[in-house]
């Protein structure tokens, strides 16, 4: 609510920290009656009226008789207020006794603009603090003595707007290539409880399920070279295939035949066999562990046919 100016008696409280800040505190107080309209008082006005002045009864009607009271902040006054020193000392431990029953009463200034850390005393931290050298900051000061705003914002609508929505899209991308065991057969014979030799055959089946034909798929498994030697063999079975797939389609691809025998035989069960699909979508890795298959000993009845490995 807006009130009279007339009606509103304001006291200025400060520290007298040199002549040059006396002065100015003065002509700050001025200006207040004169150009604002409000019955500022200070301790400069109080001891014109009597010649033997009670500071203290001074400091009591300040604080009792006053609608506000602006405090204005500087060096010196911090350093009196934290030492409770002198009359600072003595206004500063009312003030921060009422300052929370009564928060509206004060009002902080500072005539010269300065680093807060530097005048505002720790009990006083995290209140406004006007720099009266902006002018905009006059017309603040000017609410706060009346409680008044500067800002008129429109009332509340009865009714808030309906929020738009959207479908935030997930990061996981669907595998759109993939690769499963469609046929193994597998068989190993032994003696003595020792294994030395063991024969694979394996069917893959390579689905492209995208929306896009695949020129190039490079299946990849590992290095034959890493099971058994070639001295068996009239021509070195190679490691990689090159396929093209069209989209939606299924390819069943045949890798070599396997047939390891003697020490390699159990290097081989003991790696996974991993076979990779590179492509301009993605990569897919499929790995088997052939030491899970169940073997059998009997060289003539050890065929296995797995379709979901």
């Known amino acids: 609510m807006k009130h009279d100016s007339k009606n509103i008696k304001v006291a200025i409280l400060y520290s007298h920290d040199s002549e040059e800040h006396i002065n100015n505190v003065n002509r700050f107080c001025a200006t207040l009656r004169d150009v604002w309209g409000f019955e500022a008082v ?15 009864k001074m400091q009591h009607q300040f604080f009792t008789a ?30 921060i006794n009422d300052l929370p029953s009564n928060p509206q009463k004060y009002v902080f200034v500072m005539l010269n603009s300065s680093n807060l850390n ?4 720790v009990g006083l931290r995290g209140y406004d603090v006007l720099d009266l050298e902006l002018t905009s900051n006059w017309t603040l000061l000017n609410a706060k003595l009346q409680e008044t705003t500067v800002s008129i914002f429109p ?18 991308i669907k595998q759109k290539l993939t690769c499963k065991v469609f046929k193994l057969i597998g068989r ?5 409880n020792k294994i ?53 389609q299924e390819e069943v691809i045949s890798l070599p035949s396997l047939q390891i025998h003697s020490g390699n035989c159990y290097k081989f069960l ?20 052939f030491s899970e298959i169940p073997w059998e000993d009997n060289f003539e009845a050890n065929y296995l046919n797995v379709s979901d490995f």
């Open 42 to 56: 200070i301790d400069t006005i109080k001891r014109q009226e009597t010649s033997a002045i009670n500071f203290r």
């Open 270 to 289: 003991s790696q996974d066999f991993k076979i990779s699909l590179f492509s301009k979508l993605e990569k897919v890795d499929l790995f088997l562990n």
């Open 66 to 95: 006053f609608n506000k009271i602006i405090v204005v902040l500087s060096r010196g006054y911090k350093l009196k207020a934290e030492g409770f020193s002198g009359g600072v000392g003595e206004e500063y431990q009312i003030l």
């Open 188 to 192: 190993k014979s032994t003696i003595a």
């Open 196 to 248: 030395y030799r063991i024969n694979l055959d394996l069917k893959v089946v390579i689905s492209n399920e995208s929306d896009t034909n695949l020129e190039k798929v490079l299946l990849q498994f590992n290095s034959l070279e890493d099971f058994f030697d070639f001295d068996d063999f009239t021509k070195k079975p190679s490691s990689k295939i090159d396929l093209e797939l069209f989209k939606g």
């Open 155 to 172: 009332p509340v609508n009865d009714s808030m707007r309906p929020v738009q929505t959207k479908t935030i899209q997930t990061d996981v």
């Open 118 to 121: 530097d005048i505002v005393p």
